[in-house]
């Protein structure tokens, strides 16, 4: 039986890198994903705008607070993530080290999903 993952990519805060950099690295990413989508890996993936656009939400009894920015601040942000299937941990990290090797030097986290 087949397991889902969580594969979140982490990049710094500030601008993306110039076309003539990113270029490369996005085509890279969807021959990737190409390969994970014919191999049945492939879930689906998403990019995700800066952490400036986002609203936090928290309850306080019966009020919602919200807030404008992320959740925490920091120098690193989950800039997009990818959701695969995978017989078992050892090939979902397999499938994290190929997302890691064409995103370098960002980090990349692998996480069951739950349920």
Known sequence: MTQKYLLSI???DGDAPP???LGPIMANLEALNEEMRAK???VFAVGL???STATVLKAKGDD???TDGPFTEG???IGGFTVIQAEDLDEALEWGRRL???LSPLSIE???IAG
């Open 100 to 102: 890691a090797g064409v």
């Open 49 to 51: 705008h800066p952490p």
């Open 10 to 12: 982490y990049q710094p």
């Open 75 to 77: 120098k690193e942000h």
């Open 40 to 42: 049945g890996a492939w």
């Open 19 to 21: 076309p003539e950099v």
């Open 110 to 112: 692998v996480r069951p």
């Open 64 to 66: 919602v607070l919200m």
